[in-house]
Structures are given as C-alpha cells and as structure tokens.
C-alpha cells in the first residue's frame, strides 16, 4: 500500500513541477482545474488493476499528501470540502470503471486474467477518465466559469488518458530495463 501512495505523489509531483507551469502558458484557465498529462491517473488505474478494491484508501491517502505537498495552502484552505471530494472521486473512478467493464462481461483485474490485455487496461482507464471528468467537472462546477466547462471537462478525460499512456510506457520500460539488468548477472 505503501508504493502506491508513494507513487501517486511522485506522479502528482512530476505533473504539478514540469506539466502545469508548461500547460499554464497556453491555458491559463483550464490548469487550475485540469492538466493536460495527469500522470496519478495511470497510477489509480493500474494500482486498481493490481489491487482491486483495496487500492481505493490508499490512492485516497496519495491524493490527499500530494495535495498538502503541492497545493499552495492558500488556494488549498479555501477548497478543502472541494478538495476532499475531488480526493473521493478520483481514486473511486478507476474502481467504478473495473465494475463496469466487469458487468459487461470482462473481469480484468491483474488476479482474474492469466494474461495481460493492454487494450483492456487502457478501455478500463478510458471508462475511469471520462468517469473521473464528470465527476470532477461536478464537484468544481461552482469554481468553473460556465463557458470554460467543456474545455476543463475535456482537459480531465484527455490528461488523465494521456497520463495514463504515459505511466504504462514507463513502467514497461523500466521493468524491461529490470529484467535485462538481472538477466545480465
């Protein structure tokens, strides 16, 4: 449980110290709200692939210290019930998309399938982001000026798509690089 705490603020660390301050420039209005690579998405995602249920708390306790890491307590006192339930609905839409691709027939949790389908793990996240999208458009609709609600709505389901991608890249990579290193020995 630890690693996947662990992970989620690195995750987050990474995307609020490189992908924000870049995504600032171009959209000022959406980076509040939304990044264009949320890279703790690809960890809630495969965390709930590995772990199913349990991966829920402490995706929960990840979100909740990147948030005290990395959100200026300023921005961060005045949202906190706010904060709070975006902390919620973030780690439960990995989980809510496994269900839902298990009630339509494919249970794909890491335990359930002998082998990995990547294309099933990326349908999943793609269920979770758009769940995740709508959720957090929800839970920051008093916060969003109404005429940027599509654009932060889309920003959410693209940059926790894209982050997922980039998180199963690079875990593919460096377990490859891991297993070269040990077969080298």
């Known amino acids: 449980m630890a690693v996947v705490v662990l992970a989620y603020i690195l995750a987050h660390g990474l995307t609020a110290m490189l992908v924000t301050p870049l995504q600032m420039r ?3 209005d959406v980076t509040a ?3 264009l690579v949320y890279l703790p998405h690809g960890v809630r995602v495969l965390s709930t692939w590995l772990m199913g249920k349990v991966a829920f708390l402490p995706l929960c306790v990840g979100a ?4 005290v890491l990395f959100t200026p307590a300023e921005l961060r ?3 906190e019930p706010v904060i709070l339930l975006s ?5 439960a839409s990995a989980l809510l998309a496994f269900e839902a691709v298990a009630l339509a027939g494919h249970r794909i949790y890491a335990r359930q399938q002998a082998v990995i389908h990547w294309k099933w793990l990326l349908l999943a996240g793609t269920v ?3 769940i995740n999208s709508v959720g957090q458009s929800l ?4 916060a969003v000026l109404p005429d940027h609600s599509y654009a932060v709505l889309t920003v959410y389901a693209v940059g926790d798509l894209i982050g997922l991608i980039v998180t199963t890249f690079v875990l593919m990579f460096v377990f490859r690089w891991l297993r070269v290193l040990s077969a080298a020995r």
């Not at 909740?64 to 948030?67: A, D, G, I, M, T």
């Not at 902390?87 to 780690?91: H, M, P, Q, W, Y």
């Open 26 to 28: 171009f959209l000022p």
């Open 33 to 35: 709200f939304a990044s």
């Open 64 to 67: 909740f210290l990147s948030e």
């Open 77 to 79: 006192v005045a949202m």
């Open 87 to 91: 902390i919620a609905v973030g780690a």
């Open 128 to 130: 979770a982001s758009v």
């Open 139 to 142: 839970v920051f609709s008093g």
